[in-house]
């Protein structure tokens, strides 16, 4: 079996770093346990929402690492530098490079960072569609078919973890690697998927779709960026990125308001900017990235960004806010 060993450091859109959602919250009404405090529910809803979505791009970012980390499946006419992101936790099995087909595996070991809690274990396995034909990862509009097999990020010493099972389609619009992002060009990725969403507590799996492009950029030298839009129609919402049925039995959809950013300056997991909305919900979620300490946005170009708030009206037609750090 030929593997290749994935070394280096992660860009992987740690938006997972941000979902300690139940500690350091700053609440405007009262915390205590009444009919009308529904504090804990939304903090899980917004818990799940965050954690799955930023999963998924870190689950990608391996994905696109690993096409580009052979001149066989990426089409790259050289083998000096990649340009992408290797995670030290991902070994790539190509016993079926011939076929466009190569598999990820996590050792559930290295968390990568030792910023990073998180570690992974399953697989990822890769096909890119009409490879036989000349098709290659780099070529504009090239598509490749995704299967998550109990792909599970744990975090930290409590072991809790999320998984994915499920298949996802990811499409290199206007073509190229990471290593040809410029200041002029920036890489355009189109995701959808339909997977099965399986929780630590419960062990009941729920079926998530998604439909979201995310941009690679680089907005000046050395810095890169990049910033996710929801591209679906469902609910009859409209830039929808993702919606199914969450862990308490409701239909949901997560449509966003404004795009989502991260940048390498102000460190993945701290997102900069992004306003996302939860509807279907007994109560509608609003949650926006890149605030300070009280909840008012924080300069973007100081790397300030605190956390992210969550405003709601519960039950009893109080409005609701609470402040949860990055970390």
């Avoid at 009409?130 to 290659?136: D, I, K, L, P, W």
């Avoid at 598509?143 to 998550?148: P, R, S």
């Avoid at 744990?154 to 999320?162: D, H, K, T, V, W």
Wanted: with cysteine.
């Amino acid at each position: 079996m030929k593997k290749i060993i994935l070394t280096g450091s992660v860009v992987m859109l740690a938006i997972a770093l941000v979902t300690g959602l139940y500690s350091c919250q700053k609440e405007k009404t009262t915390s205590s346990s009444t009919p009308a405090d529904d504090t804990a529910v939304q903090n899980q809803n917004a818990s799940d929402d965050v954690r799955v979505s930023s999963e998924l791009d870190n689950a990608t970012s391996d994905e696109v690492a690993a096409m580009s980390s052979t001149s066989t499946m990426s089409g790259r006419m050289s083998s000096a530098g990649t340009g992408v992101p290797l995670s030290c936790d991902a070994t790539v099995d190509s016993t079926n490079i011939s076929s466009g087909v190569i598999v990820i595996t996590f050792d559930s070991v290295n968390s990568c960072t030792p910023l990073s809690p998180f570690h992974r274990s399953g697989s990822i396995t890769l096909n890119i569609i009409n490879y036989a034909a000349g098709m290659r990862w780099t070529t504009p509009g090239a598509t490749v078919g995704i299967t998550f097999n109990n792909y599970r990020v744990y975090r930290g010493a409590s072991m809790n973890y999320i998984m994915f099972n499920g298949s996802k389609s990811l499409t290199n619009v206007n073509g190229g690697l990471f290593k040809n992002i410029t200041t002029s060009f920036s890489l355009v990725h189109k995701l959808t998927a339909n997977i099965n969403v399986t929780f630590s507590h419960g062990g009941k799996a729920f079926s998530w779709n998604v439909a979201r492009t995310t941009t690679w950029s680089s907005p000046s030298a050395s810095v890169y960026q990049v910033t996710v839009t929801g591209n679906g129609t469902a609910g009859g919402y409209s830039n929808v990125s993702m919606w199914g049925t969450n862990r308490a039995g409701n239909s949901f959809y997560e449509v966003f308001a404004t795009p989502y950013s991260a940048n390498s300056n102000c460190l993945w997991w701290r997102p900069t900017a992004g306003v996302i909305a939860l509807h279907g919900l007994a109560h509608d979620l609003t949650i926006t990235y890149g605030v300070d300490a009280f909840g008012s946005p924080a300069a973007a170009s100081t790397c300030s960004a605190f956390g992210f708030s969550l405003s709601w009206t519960n039950p009893a037609g109080i409005s609701k806010t609470a402040v949860i750090p990055y970390f």
